[in-house]
């Protein structure tokens, strides 16, 4: 344990200029120090780590790290750069790069080591120590934290712990705050998130305690600590467990790293919130991680860029839609499958029903999934608004979108409503009341207020603008032919491969969903297109697994068999650990091969009323065979880039000196966007 770090695992000299570089310099001395086994697979690994969340923290510091199964002891190799090297912190490159390495198995006496450091590094004397040591011996016991004990003795004697005992001798109470921090791999960021919230507790004389939960287990809160609390914190990227703890508590939700970089302001936002009596609604299903549509870190919403802010909005309406589209959309195809288009939704439910009768059948599934299509919009429009002022916009977002649908404003309508909703009700939130009032702000006034307001300026000022809107698109998509329609694949294509389920591609699929809510002969296009390019990537990776083994690591080959699989079902992600070690490599081919495909189906006229379901969906489809074709020509066009680019640069000289290693193999190193 003691040896996590030693001198030949420290380079003062790092001479690497990017942080894949830096990664496999510092990964180089964990393999001579045989703490790592597969330089390679360890170090996709690490980028598929980095591709999650930059790992660049303020202050200089870069920590890349992983839990890896190419591991076989908790190690930290630690660099120190002159030059700088970008990790993606905000206030620039950085100096002092820990590469830490945790087992696929870590056990608590492992993360407790690698939370020490991480917590250490928040101490600004301990990282002026790292940039002015000479001797790699000194520098490895520094970070070992074998060094006298008047440090610590020194942290526990600041000044706020006497203040605090001064206040509360004195009679008052101080301000309480609970706080949860976590991060994916639960090493670093979820430490160090810890450490500063509590540092800038003590610096103000408030309370914090914080409960770490990283991707192993974690140490359960108090009921009465959480009880006692003023307020709470949250500063996560996965989902905070058994949330429901935290309920009727003013709350602060943000991203790990908005803990790390600007604690005293996430405390000050806490304070201001318990002083308004901000009660959040906290239920099992909140949070923009749970849903699992992969946004990126939630920072704090007021102070993230609008654009940034724009999207998690839309995105939450989006994938709480999606289930919808899923189950309403898939039985609508189905009762197509079963009675035909005319006998299906010709045919009412209400009017006969015979239990040995086909069509009946078709028209039971094809109401239900009707039934399930016409939450659509008021979702959308409902979780836009909830995602930008919680429960309080809820009704009003809902009521927008079913005006939308009732003005014939369609999707377009139900993002506008959404967006209305939520800045209305967010209006309302930053209007002060009296404190006997605030109790049934949230629950009456406030859904009373906005879905009035919400309501009119949907009925009179901007539904019947947006509804023109929507039939003008609709046209549009109706008259698309010839190389409209191929251009417009194409662009179809390249966002649904671009992030594989990021943003991009979830524009591209809720622009397809939405045509089906009425669907016409453009519309059903737009979406067969759409799911086409959608399977080419995972389908890609599989095939070019198969037929150029020696190009990929063990890992990424039994990646490979399950893409086969997941590419099939229409599961974009399967391409992911693909992307996330060889970015530059595999997305550009991808792309290209979803814009094949998403051109050849739109050229090809092929359609499907179906939103999901890849290959099992095949008899759902207009022009089937062609359809087919377009995705097998567009895997294969991925397929040749990525084995081309890939064996290219194994083929190259590597200019970090790789070259002359023997049995190296180049085209598996991770190379960061």
Same mark, same amino acid.
């Given at each position: 344990?003691?040896?996590?770090?030693?001198?030949?695992?420290?380079?003062?000299?790092?001479?690497?200029?990017?942080?894949?570089?830096?990664?496999?310099?510092?990964?180089?001395?964990?393999?001579?120090?045989?703490?790592?086994?597969?330089?390679? +697979?360890?170090?996709?690994?690490?980028?598929?780590?980095?591709?999650?969340?930059?790992?660049?923290?303020?202050?200089?510091?870069?920590?890349?790290?992983?839990?890896?199964?190419?591991?076989?002891?908790?190690?930290?190799?630690?660099?120190?750069?002159?030059?700088?090297?970008?990790?993606?912190?905000?206030?620039?490159?950085?100096?002092?790069?820990?590469?830490?390495?945790?087992?696929?198995?870590?056990?608590?006496?492992?993360?407790?080591?690698?939370?020490?450091?991480?917590?250490?590094?928040?101490?600004?004397?301990?990282?002026?120590?790292?940039?002015?040591?000479?001797?790699?011996?000194? #520098?490895?016991?520094?970070?070992?934290?074998?060094?006298?004990?008047?440090?610590?003795?020194?942290?526990?004697?600041?000044?706020?712990?006497?203040?605090?005992?001064?206040?509360?001798?004195?009679?008052?109470?101080?301000?309480?705050?609970?706080? #949860?921090?976590?991060?994916?791999?639960?090493?670093?960021?979820?430490?160090?998130?810890?450490?500063?919230?509590?540092? %800038?507790?003590?610096?103000?004389?408030?309370?914090?305690? @914080?409960?770490?939960?990283?991707?192993?287990?974690?140490?359960?809160?108090? *009921?009465?600590?959480?009880? =006692?609390?003023?307020? @709470?914190?949250?500063?996560?990227?996965?989902?905070?467990?058994?949330?429901?703890?935290?309920?009727?508590?003013?709350?602060?939700?943000?991203?790990?790293?908005?803990?790390?970089?600007?604690?005293?302001?996430?405390?000050?936002? %806490?304070?201001? &919130?318990?002083?308004?009596?901000?009660?959040?609604? #906290?239920?099992?299903?909140?949070?923009? &991680?749970?849903?699992?549509?992969?946004?990126?870190?939630?920072? +704090?919403?007021?102070?993230?860029?609008?654009?940034?802010?724009?999207?998690? /909005?839309?995105?939450?309406?989006?994938?709480?839609?999606?289930?919808?589209?899923?189950?309403?959309?898939?039985?609508?195809?189905?009762?197509?499958?079963?009675?035909? /288009?005319?006998?299906?939704?010709?045919?009412?439910?209400?009017?006969?029903?015979?239990?040995?009768?086909?069509?009946?059948?078709?028209?039971?599934?094809?109401?239900?999934?009707?039934?399930?299509?016409?939450?659509?919009?008021?979702?959308?429009?409902? /979780?836009?608004?909830? +995602?930008?002022?919680?429960?309080?916009?809820?009704?009003?977002?809902?009521?927008?979108?079913?005006?939308?649908?009732?003005?014939?404003?369609?999707?377009? +309508?139900?993002?506008? %409503?959404?967006?209305?909703?939520?800045?209305?009700?967010?209006?309302?939130?930053?209007?002060?009341?009296?404190?006997?009032?605030?109790?049934?702000?949230?629950?009456?006034?406030?859904?009373?207020?906005?879905?009035?307001?919400?309501?009119?300026?949907?009925?009179?000022? #901007?539904?019947?603008?947006?509804?023109?809107?929507?039939?003008?698109?609709?046209?549009?998509?109706?008259?698309?032919?010839?190389?409209?329609?191929?251009?417009?694949?194409?662009?179809?294509?390249?966002?649904?491969?671009?992030?594989?389920?990021?943003?991009?591609?979830?524009?591209?699929?809720?622009?397809?969903?939405?045509?089906?809510?009425?669907?016409?002969?453009?519309?059903?296009?737009?979406?067969?297109?759409?799911?086409?390019?959608?399977?080419?990537?995972?389908? =890609?990776?599989?095939?070019?697994?198969?037929?150029?083994?020696?190009?990929?690591?063990?890992?990424?080959?039994?990646?490979?068999?399950? $893409?086969?699989?997941?590419?099939?079902?229409?599961?974009?992600?399967?391409?992911?650990?693909?992307?996330?070690?060889?970015?530059?490599?595999?997305? *550009?081919?991808?792309?290209?091969?979803?814009?094949?495909?998403?051109?050849?189906?739109?050229?090809?006229?092929?359609?499907?009323?179906?939103?999901?379901?890849?290959?099992?969906?095949?008899?759902?489809?207009?022009?089937?065979?062609?359809?087919?074709?377009?995705?097998? $020509?567009?895997?294969?066009?991925?397929?040749?880039? @990525?084995?081309?680019?890939?064996? =290219?640069?194994?083929?190259? *000289?590597?200019?970090?000196?790789?070259?002359?290693?023997?049995?190296?193999?180049?085209?598996?190193?991770?190379?960061?966007?």
């Amino acid at each position: 344990m003691s040896e996590l770090i030693t001198a030949e695992l420290v380079d003062l000299d790092l001479s690497a200029a990017t942080k894949d570089a830096a990664a496999r310099s510092l990964a180089e001395r964990m393999v001579a120090a045989h703490r790592v086994t597969d330089l390679d +697979g360890f170090l996709a690994d690490v980028a598929a780590r980095e591709a999650q969340m930059p790992t660049g923290l303020d202050g200089g510091i870069g920590i890349p790290h992983c839990r890896s199964e190419h591991v076989n002891a908790p190690t930290l190799a630690f660099g120190r750069s002159a030059a700088g090297i970008d990790f993606g912190a905000a206030d620039g490159p950085a100096d002092l790069v820990f590469l830490i390495a945790a087992p696929a198995g870590a056990d608590d006496d492992h993360l407790t080591i690698l939370s020490g450091l991480a917590r250490r590094l928040m101490d600004p004397e301990f990282t002026a120590a790292l940039r002015a040591g000479r001797d790699p011996a000194a #520098v490895a016991t520094l970070i070992r934290g074998e060094e006298p004990a008047e440090e610590p003795a020194a942290e526990e004697g600041t000044a706020p712990e006497p203040e605090t005992e001064t206040a509360e001798a004195a009679g008052s109470v101080p301000f309480r705050i609970v706080a #949860v921090t976590s991060c994916p791999t639960g090493i670093a960021h979820t430490y160090m998130a810890a450490e500063s919230l509590a540092a %800038a507790g003590r610096a103000e004389g408030i309370e914090v305690t @914080v409960e770490t939960q990283g991707s192993g287990g974690f140490k359960k809160l108090d *009921p009465a600590v959480i009880a =006692a609390a003023d307020a @709470v914190i949250w500063a996560h990227d996965v989902e905070v467990r058994e949330r429901t703890r935290f309920r009727g508590k003013p709350l602060v939700d943000v991203g790990v790293k908005a803990g790390i970089n600007r604690p005293a302001e996430l405390i000050a936002e %806490a304070r201001r &919130k318990a002083e308004r009596g901000e009660i959040a609604a #906290v239920s099992e299903a909140d949070g923009g &991680k749970d849903s699992g549509d992969g946004d990126a870190d939630r920072s +704090g919403a007021d102070h993230a860029h609008f654009g940034v802010r724009l999207r998690t /909005y839309l995105m939450s309406g989006v994938s709480y839609m999606v289930p919808f589209v899923a189950a309403g959309g898939l039985l609508i195809a189905l009762s197509f499958a079963i009675g035909g /288009y005319e006998t299906a939704s010709a045919t009412s439910v209400a009017d006969h029903f015979v239990w040995g009768e086909a069509d009946s059948w078709a028209a039971l599934l094809n109401q239900i999934g009707s039934a399930a299509f016409a939450f659509l919009v008021p979702v959308l429009a409902g /979780y836009i608004a909830y +995602g930008m002022a919680d429960r309080p916009a809820l009704v009003p977002g809902f009521v927008g979108g079913s005006i939308a649908l009732t003005v014939n404003a369609g999707f377009l +309508g139900g993002l506008v %409503a959404g967006l209305l909703a939520g800045a209305v009700v967010m209006a309302i939130q930053r209007v002060p009341v009296h404190a006997t009032l605030r109790g049934i702000m949230p629950v009456l006034v406030i859904p009373l207020i906005a879905s009035a307001v919400v309501g009119f300026l949907m009925f009179i000022v #901007v539904g019947k603008p947006i509804a023109s809107l929507q039939n003008a698109l609709t046209d549009w998509l109706n008259g698309l032919s010839g190389s409209n329609a191929v251009i417009l694949g194409v662009v179809l294509g390249l966002m649904m491969c671009f992030d594989m389920g990021g943003p991009l591609n979830k524009v591209a699929y809720a622009f397809a969903v939405g045509g089906l809510a009425d669907p016409t002969d453009g519309s059903l296009k737009v979406m067969a297109a759409v799911m086409a390019a959608g399977m080419v990537p995972p389908l =890609a990776m599989a095939l070019a697994t198969t037929v150029r083994r020696k190009l990929f690591t063990k890992t990424e080959r039994e990646n490979g068999r399950a $893409a086969w699989v997941l590419g099939a079902s229409f599961i974009t992600e399967g391409a992911i650990p693909f992307a996330a070690a060889d970015p530059l490599r595999v997305i *550009p081919s991808v792309m290209a091969g979803g814009a094949v495909t998403g051109a050849l189906s739109m050229a090809f006229g092929a359609t499907l009323r179906a939103p999901h379901g890849g290959v099992f969906v095949v008899p759902l489809i207009g022009e089937p065979f062609l359809y087919l074709l377009a995705i097998a $020509a567009g895997t294969l066009v991925a397929t040749a880039l @990525v084995v081309l680019l890939k064996g =290219a640069r194994r083929a190259a *000289p590597d200019t970090a000196g790789e070259a002359g290693a023997a049995g190296s193999d180049d085209s598996r190193v991770p190379v960061a966007a």
